[in-house]
């Protein structure tokens, strides 16, 4: 016991209690973060709906700690440069998200519960409006198609008679080279029959030179 008297004896009971409730309040918004993204998101992974919630939680605990020492926060920055973040985030919605998580946090954590709770209401309202107007405006037939082929010239545009046979329009919206040595392409594309846009993915990925084939609604 008094060792625990020693750790807390710096800090009021009125100062403990400001930093439980704005905890529980870093919980409490990151789960609408997170319902949110559920909502609107065409696979709500498990681990990112966590990781929204657990990403407030710390950031508003990193806030606290922190306070006004300059010092803190180079010292803070320096420890998490040695962390290394493998997970590639592709879908910048997703990222949309983590900043959305980490906003929030910081407000609560800088003594800023109202600016969370607003910021976290009025967004929400956003996203969801956002996401409604895509799904009511959108066309069964539009899709993202993502797919990698060879390098060599010899190989590319192998994909050109399926596309005739089954795609109404097409617009190459990116292409790059992976770690692997082959070229990567994003297409938006619209098909002549939304129905069969399995057996649209099922003939590229045929194909003996295509790899990795994506097809995502838009």
Not at 32 to 46: L, P
Request: aromatic residues 10%.
């Amino acid at each position: 016991m008094d060792i625990i008297r020693e750790i807390f004896a710096p800090y009021s009971l009125a100062t403990l209690g400001t930093i439980v409730l704005n905890l529980i309040l870093a919980f409490g918004l990151g789960m609408v973060i997170a319902t949110v993204y559920r909502w609107t998101a065409d696979v709500a992974e498990n681990a990112m709906t966590d990781a929204l919630i657990i990403l407030c939680m710390l950031i508003a605990v990193v806030m606290v700690v922190i306070g006004d020492s300059v010092a803190r926060a180079f010292s803070l920055v320096g420890a998490l440069s040695i962390i290394r973040f493998r997970t590639v985030v592709q879908d910048a919605r997703d990222i949309a998200f983590v900043f959305f998580s980490l906003a929030v946090g910081m407000a609560i954590g800088a003594g800023n519960p109202p600016v969370a709770v607003i910021g976290t209401f009025l967004i929400s309202v956003v996203i969801i409006g956002l996401h409604r107007w895509h799904t009511t405006g959108s066309n069964d037939a539009e899709f993202l198609l993502t797919f990698q082929e060879p390098l060599e010239s010899e190989y590319q545009q192998s994909y050109e008679p399926i596309f005739s046979e089954q795609v109404l329009t097409s617009q190459l919206i990116g292409q790059r080279t992976t770690k692997s040595g082959t070229a990567e392409l994003r297409f938006h594309v619209k098909l002549k029959d939304s129905k069969r846009w399995t057996s649209f993915a099922q003939a590229l990925s045929a194909l003996e030179n295509i790899t990795n084939v994506r097809l995502q609604k838009q």
